[in-house]
Each structure stands twice: as structure tokens, then as C-alpha cells.
């Protein structure tokens, strides 16, 4: 699916409700991402006999029999939130993870996020996570862009880090390049003056859709993250401490 089919109108300049493995099930996205723009499902580890620290619940081993009834409920309680709904997958395998983006858009989900922000020893040992980021795992980000896009009929969002600070920025111009149309970076630290602050507006334009988000505290910190040059603003902890903050954001960015 090309860039160009998609509209994000509805959640520009708006806030997401960041992924948190071990928190973001559908009844917490319901509730801490009430009246955000999007809220995101936790990220949803396909197991392949490795352990992640996260509950049995947030964790399915491969096959769509393993997974398709939580998602279909869980999006469906998301729903509640009155907000957009994506889903994160993250698995060493590629068609595993193809046939998780299968189901999650069969459960309905309006978009996917691959996680290329993990640092488990499990997915860096194979050059994935967050070491996909790196010079010389960008072919095999090229091939999981292009197989991911393949397979989407939703926007598909690739979710990074800045654990490779000097390849990041060319990082998200192979993404884009690939045809992904959304980035969502966690930079960390959006105080004012900070390196993060610094990497969105380096980021700015490069990719035609940028969340960007890395401890946003107040709604100073969303407006900073989004004239650094985002196009939303992500909100994990201070969500996760206040279930009425994402919609408080979301409704004074909106006035
Ligand atoms: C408890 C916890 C669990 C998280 N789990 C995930 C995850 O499973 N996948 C992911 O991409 N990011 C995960 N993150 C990162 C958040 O989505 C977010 O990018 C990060 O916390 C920065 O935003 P914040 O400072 O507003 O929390 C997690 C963060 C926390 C605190």
C-alpha cells in the first residue's frame, strides 16, 4: 500500500497513547487513552520459545489461533476509548509476524506498529529490534519494510529509538525510502534545549508522518515535541501514572 492512500488527519498535532508491554491491553488503552487520538496495544511478542519480562497475556506464540480471539476482544475494548486503535508486533520471524499483521487487521485494528525500538537480547542477537537500525542490518530493514508493506491494508507505523544515535537519522530515510509512511521515534528526553528535542527537528520532514514523544510530562512538553516538528506526540509514563492525562493533552492541543 502506497503513502498516498492514507489520510492521518485525524491524528495530526493529536496525542498517542505510547505502547507499554505489561500495561496496554485493551482495557487499559480504554482507559489512559480516553480522548487521545490513538491509543496503541502493548506490544504483542510472538514467541518463539524465547522469555520476554512482560505477563503470559501480552505474549502468543506463532499462529493465528493463538492470538486471534485476544485481539478481537481487546481491540474491540480499546475501542471504548473513542479513539483510533493500532497494534504493536514484534517477532524474530518475518512470516510470523506477517500473519500477526493479518490478524490484527481482520480484528480491525487502524494501524500496525512494527517495534523496531526493543533492545531484548532475544531480537538483537538476530539483528533485529533495535539493531535493525543500524548500517549494517539496513537491508534486512529494507526487506521487512517491503514484505511488511506488502502485506498492509492499514498504515503501518515503524516504532524507533535512539540507542544508535549516529545512524538513526539515515535510519528513518531508509524507512521512509521503503515506502513506511509513519515513524514514531522515542527520543528519550524532550526537555527544553535537549538532544531529543534536537533529533525531531532534525527528523522534521523526513518522513511523511513523525511521532515523536520521550518523556512528555505536561502540555509545554507535547507542544515542544510538536514544534520540534512532529506531527503527534506520544505519551507513555505520565499516562500510565494518570489515566485522565492523554485526554486532558489531547483536549488543550485541540483549543
Ligand atoms: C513499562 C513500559 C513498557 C514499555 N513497553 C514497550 C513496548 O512493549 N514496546 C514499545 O515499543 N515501547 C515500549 N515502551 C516505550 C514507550 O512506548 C515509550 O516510547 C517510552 O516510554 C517513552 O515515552 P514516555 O517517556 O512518555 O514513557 C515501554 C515503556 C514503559 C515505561
Same mark, same amino acid.
Given at each position: 500500500?502506497?503513502?498516498?492512500?492514507? &489520510?492521518?488527519?485525524?491524528?495530526?498535532?493529536?496525542?498517542?497513547?505510547?505502547?507499554?508491554?505489561?500495561?496496554?491491553?485493551?482495557?487499559?488503552?480504554?482507559?489512559?487513552?480516553?480522548?487521545?487520538?490513538?491509543?496503541?496495544?502493548?506490544?504483542y511478542i510472538v514467541d518463539a520459545g524465547?522469555?520476554?519480562?512482560?505477563?503470559? /497475556?501480552?505474549v502468543f506464540k506463532p499462529g493465528r489461533s493463538n492470538y486471534a480471539r485476544y485481539l478481537?476482544? /481487546?481491540?474491540?475494548?480499546?475501542? @471504548? &476509548?473513542?479513539?483510533?486503535?493500532?497494534?504493536?508486533?514484534?517477532s524474530?520471524n518475518?512470516s510470523d509476524t506477517l500473519e500477526f499483521?493479518k490478524v490484527?487487521?481482520?480484528?480491525?485494528?487502524?494501524?500496525?506498529?512494527?517495534?523496531? /525500538?526493543?533492545?531484548?537480547?532475544?531480537?538483537?542477537?538476530?539483528? %533485529?529490534? &533495535?539493531?535493525?537500525?543500524?548500517?549494517?542490518?539496513?537491508?534486512?530493514?529494507?526487506?521487512?519494510?517491503? #514484505?511488511?508493506?506488502?502485506?498492509?491494508?492499514?498504515?503501518?507505523?515503524?516504532?524507533?529509538?535512539?540507542?544508535?544515535?549516529?545512524?538513526?537519522?539515515?535510519?528513518?530515510?531508509?524507512?521512509?525510502?521503503?515506502?513506511?509512511?509513519?515513524? /514514531?521515534?522515542?527520543?528519550?528526553?524532550?526537555?527544553?534545549? &535537549?538532544?531529543? %528535542? @534536537?533529533?525531531? #527537528?532534525?527528523?522534521?520532514?523526513?518522513?511523511?508522518?513523525?511521532?515523536?514523544?520521550?518523556?512528555?510530562?505536561?502540555?509545554?512538553?507535547?507542544?515542544?515535541?510538536?514544534?520540534?516538528?512532529?506531527?503527534?506526540?506520544?505519551?507513555?509514563?505520565?499516562?500510565?501514572?494518570?489515566?485522565?492525562?492523554?485526554?486532558?493533552?489531547?483536549?488543550?492541543?485541540?483549543?
Amino acid at each position: 500500500m502506497g503513502t498516498s492512500s492514507f &489520510s492521518f488527519e485525524k491524528i495530526r498535532n493529536g496525542v498517542v497513547l505510547a505502547e507499554l508491554g505489561g500495561y496496554g491491553d485493551g482495557p487499559y488503552c480504554a482507559k489512559h487513552g480516553a480522548g487521545a487520538a490513538l491509543v496503541m496495544l502493548g506490544t504483542y511478542i510472538v514467541d518463539a520459545g524465547d522469555s520476554v519480562p512482560y505477563p503470559a /497475556h501480552f505474549v502468543f506464540k506463532p499462529g493465528r489461533s493463538n492470538y486471534a480471539r485476544y485481539l478481537q476482544e /481487546h481491540i474491540g475494548i480499546a475501542r @471504548a &476509548s473513542g479513539t483510533q486503535v493500532g497494534i504493536s508486533v514484534i517477532s524474530v520471524n518475518i512470516s510470523d509476524t506477517l500473519e500477526f499483521l493479518k490478524v490484527v487487521q481482520e480484528a480491525g485494528a487502524d494501524y500496525a506498529s512494527l517495534c523496531v /525500538h526493543s533492545t531484548m537480547k532475544m531480537f538483537l542477537r538476530v539483528g %533485529l529490534g &533495535s539493531a535493525l537500525c543500524r548500517r549494517e542490518n539496513w537491508e534486512n530493514l529494507r526487506k521487512w519494510a517491503k #514484505e511488511i508493506l506488502k502485506a498492509a491494508q492499514i498504515p503501518v507505523i515503524f516504532k524507533i529509538g535512539i540507542h544508535d544515535t549516529p545512524d538513526t537519522i539515515e535510519a528513518v530515510d531508509v524507512i521512509a525510502d521503503a515506502g513506511i509512511p509513519i515513524v /514514531h521515534i522515542n527520543v528519550g528526553n524532550t526537555g527544553p534545549g &535537549s538532544k531529543g %528535542l @534536537a533529533m525531531l #527537528e532534525r527528523l522534521r520532514s523526513k518522513c511523511p508522518f513523525l511521532i515523536g514523544g520521550g518523556g512528555v510530562k505536561d502540555i509545554e512538553g507535547a507542544r515542544r515535541v510538536l514544534k520540534a516538528g512532529a506531527d503527534a506526540v506520544a505519551i507513555g509514563t505520565a499516562a500510565m501514572k494518570d489515566p485522565d492525562f492523554c485526554g486532558r493533552i489531547q483536549n488543550l492541543l485541540t483549543v
